[in-house]
């Protein structure tokens, strides 16, 4: 079986029963949201996932088929077709919201890019959300999160929330809990993006 999907990423092995004990994370992600401004409003979120070192050595023993440690293009590619299509299937653990609402469903998303960081080769992922319509970056709310616990996802300690495209009004973003949102038999608590942001 592809060891991407042997991890429990994959949507069918996030539908099978779990025990609290038994389905501890086996993936770490550090995220950072990016939130792609126009003229003052958000008009779509890119999200940056960085993964641990052992997923990987997973997505390098998959993908990496001449074994140097290094994704080429026509290997970058394979790696890219089969995860976005895996996470397309789990709305790419992206939670979307205005104002506190339903999510909102994610649909095909852009600029889906899988390379290792030169640092340190950790593999990671970007892609962006296109939202239907610029919003107001006030009632806007985002979340990466894996309801069946499979994924750990974190925010990165530096500059965890970065503005991209024209113009923010001086929004502030801060990282808050979200009670309302508990999974994992309400043993975990996500953290949601939000901003607030200077109207005058």
């Known amino acids: 079986m592809n060891r991407w999907l042997a991890t429990g990423v994959s949507a069918a092995a996030l539908v099978l029963p779990l025990q609290p004990a038994a389905a501890h ?11 792609v401004f126009e003229q003052d409003q958000v008009a779509a979120v ?13 997505i390098l023993a998959d993908f990496d088929t001449d074994q140097n ?3 080429d293009n026509d290997e970058r590619e394979q790696a890219e077709w089969n995860m976005s299509t895996v996470l397309a299937e789990s709305n790419f653990f992206t939670h979307i919201r205005m104002d506190g609402a339903d999510e ?24 962006v959300v ?8 006030e ?10 616990n499979y994924v750990s996802f974190s925010y990165e300690e530096i500059d965890p929330v970065r ?5 923010n009004l001086g929004c502030v973003p801060r990282l808050t809990e979200d009670p309302e949102r508990t999974y994992y038999f309400g043993l975990v608590t996500p953290s949601k ?3 607030n942001c200077a109207t005058s």
Do not use: C, K
């Open 25 to 35: 994370p086996h993936v770490w992600v550090d995220t950072v949201v990016g939130l």
């Open 46 to 58: 890119e999200l940056t996932w960085t993964f641990d070192g052992l997923f990987t050595a997973i």
């Open 69 to 71: 440690n290094v994704l």
């Open 104 to 127: 909102l469903a994610i649909g095909t998303v852009v600029d889906f890019v899988v390379r290792l960081r030169e640092v340190d080769n950790r593999a990671v992922m970007q892609f």
């Open 130 to 137: 296109p939202l239907e319509r610029p919003v107001d970056p």
């Open 139 to 148: 009632a806007l709310t985002v979340a990466a999160y894996d309801p069946s």
């Open 163 to 167: 503005y991209l495209g024209d113009g």
């Open 193 to 195: 993006v939000e901003l």
